[in-house]
């Protein structure tokens, strides 16, 4: 196994050598009215916060700017008279605290429409529950297209205007944005498992040009990560890395979904969260040991790129003071080392994975950057004003990274060790 223990040659990721330029928006299709681009967070209510207490999980989400929770309803094994109770807590907590749900339909366990219908009819007058121009947001997480037609069977009976953006993991364009696939306003885009990052982006450049081009509404999934380790059937990296969040975050700015929705908030398992880690107590998270990692960055991060893609940026031109940062992320182990006693082989994609720390720099005005990775020497530089990214091989070894302005010190983070090998395989990051 190589492990670069000596490399700190830098190489900086060019985010403008994969992010292309999409042609503006045709001049009659800015006219048309449309919705204010709002930025959602998909929230497993199968994976309860602590206590069962969603006042934390909406306030942080309030604080990164998030509008909304889209509620995953459903899951395997789900006892539905607890999860109605937990979705009723929710709403009731919502409308305490001001925030905003809708229904993200989990169709991989949900078989019934009424339930959908009944459940629709029955928030749709809360003052939690999030409309757009006076009709209640429906969605759904969805592996195969249902057994049902959701605007004959589903949308044609609630009781209130319904707008609808089913989920969808296909990658075909012009089908998603044709009228007999999608009978509502268009499609949700979950991140495609094993799309390279020039395969997402490519779907993503079709899918705002079929936006575009059909008026339809398009509503883009973005994954701070994916990673899980369950079981022989359930093993896998993602083919898109590092550049699955921060490059992606920046190319969306420019292609304008009109919504976005961070997929997910709390899904440890898969470690796709930007909540919180997961706690002991935990519903899911007995097996999931990499739901444990830090992922503050990332919904850190989610802030400063939810301002700029409401306020119609194609950039990240300027960064708040108070939301600058300066974050590290990085897996705790090499991508090809089979843990020490660990059962399973390697995760399918992790011939994909870079041995390498990834350093972020959200910032109003230029700093002096330093990393020191293990026993490797430091490197510095000049991070500029707005947003970098950039990638060093790791050495093994406690990763440090420092920021400063004059006296002024910007960051001072100290992170767990990188190990060559743990005794069980950990795909996940640490974000921070
Ligand atoms: C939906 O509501 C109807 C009318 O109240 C009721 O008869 C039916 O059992 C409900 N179905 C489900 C699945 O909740």
Not at 3 to 22: P, V
Request: charged share 20%; with cysteine.
């Amino acid at each position: 196994m190589h492990l670069s223990l000596t490399t700190s040659i830098a190489f900086s990721l060019t985010l403008a050598s994969f992010i292309t330029c999409l042609p503006r928006t045709s001049p009659a299709m800015a006219k048309r009215a449309s919705p204010t681009p709002m930025v959602f967070a998909h929230y497993m209510l199968i994976m309860q916060p602590k206590n069962g207490d969603y006042t934390a999980d909406i306030n942080l989400a309030k604080e990164a700017g998030i509008d909304a929770f889209a509620v995953n309803y459903g899951g395997w094994n789900v006892d539905w008279t607890q999860h109605e109770a937990q979705l009723e807590k929710f709403y009731k907590t919502a409308e305490q605290l001001g925030f905003h749900l809708f229904l993200s339909i989990d169709t991989t366990s949900v078989k019934d429409t009424d339930m959908i219908i009944n459940l629709s009819n029955k928030y749709a007058g809360s003052s939690a529950q999030l409309k757009v121009a006076g009709s209640i947001l429906l969605s759904s997480f969805q592996t195969d297209p249902p057994a049902w037609n959701w605007k004959t069977d589903v949308v044609d009976k609630i009781n209130s205007p319904v707008l609808l953006l089913p989920g969808t993991l296909s990658d075909d364009a012009t089908a998603l944005f044709s009228d007999n696939n999608i009978p509502g306003a268009g499609p949700f885009t979950w991140i495609h498992p094993s799309a390279t990052p020039e395969k997402e982006h490519s779907t993503d450049l079709a899918l705002a040009s079929q936006r575009d081009r059909t008026g339809k509404l398009w509503m883009a999934g973005i994954a701070p990560w994916f990673f899980t380790h369950l079981n022989p059937d359930k093993n896998w990296a993602h083919a898109q890395d590092d550049q699955i969040f921060v490059d992606r975050w920046a190319s969306l700015l420019t292609l304008k979904p009109n919504f976005i929705e961070i997929i997910t908030w709390n899904d440890w398992s898969e470690s796709s969260y930007i909540s919180p880690p997961a706690d002991a107590s935990s519903p899911g998270t007995t097996d999931a040991y990499w739901g444990s990692a830090d992922h503050t960055a990332f919904r850190a991060m989610s802030k400063v790129f939810i301002k700029a893609f409401k306020a119609g940026q194609d950039d990240v031109v300027a960064v708040d003071a108070a939301d600058e940062g300066v974050y590290m992320f990085y897996r705790r182990q090499p991508a090809s080392a089979v843990g020490t006693s660990d059962p399973l082989p390697l995760p399918s994609d992790a011939g994909y994975l870079k041995d390498a720390i990834f350093v972020v720099t959200l910032l109003s005005a230029p700093a002096e950057v330093t990393l020191v990775s293990g026993d490797a020497a430091s490197v510095a530089w000049t991070a500029p004003a707005g947003l970098q990214k950039k990638s060093y091989p790791w050495s093994l070894g406690t990763q440090v990274l420092r920021a400063k302005r004059g006296d002024q010190v910007v960051a001072d983070k100290v992170g767990a060790a990188v190990v060559a090998r743990l005794d069980k395989y950990d795909g996940n990051v640490v974000a921070f």
